[in-house]
């Protein structure tokens, strides 16, 4: 799960109540499907810094909420909003999700990028632009042994 940590970041993520947060604004259809269809609670996530001086892995979270219709689209002082989305017919979804650990040091994307264990991985596919990306289970075991974890 990408964000740019100018935005969020996961000491932001370590000081909300129960380090856990719903993440919002996705604007994505294809995102917005797997947090409405695919992705449940007790999944795991890495957390994921994108556009930044060192884009990389930082740490762990588990999803403590399935997809439900992201409420930050029905408020027109929200940066989300979108006047298409209603209570009745909601546009985006959003999961809450709960720190489970940060890493010591970032997995960065040029050392994810060198390791041929990860070279399908899908967020290192060209043109990839999604802000959520799945992770086989051998990949999630290579980035946490990158991680030193």
Same mark, same amino acid.
Do not use: A
């Given at each position: 799960m990408k964000c740019e940590p100018k935005a969020y970041n996961i000491d932001d $993520?370590?000081?909300a109540p129960d380090k856990?947060?719903?993440?919002?604004g996705v604007r994505n259809y294809q995102v917005r499907?797997? $947090?409405r269809d695919e992705i449940k609670e007790g999944d795991r996530a890495f957390f994921y810094y994108s556009n930044a001086k060192e884009p990389g892995v930082v740490g762990i979270m588990k999803i403590v909420k399935s997809g439900y219709p992201d409420f930050c689209a029905w408020d027109p002082e929200n940066r989300y909003y979108d006047p298409d989305s209603t209570p009745e017919n909601p546009r985006w979804y959003m999961v809450d999700v709960q720190l489970v650990k940060?890493?010591?040091t970032i997995v960065l994307l040029s050392a994810l990028r060198a390791n041929p264990l990860l070279q399908?991985?899908?967020i290192l596919r060209k043109g990839n632009r999604l802000s959520i990306t799945p992770v086989t289970e051998t990949e999630w075991k290579e980035i946490l042994y990158m991680a030193g974890t």
């Open positions: $993520l370590s000081r856990t947060t719903h993440w919002e499907n797997m $947090l940060k890493f010591d399908n991985m899908w």
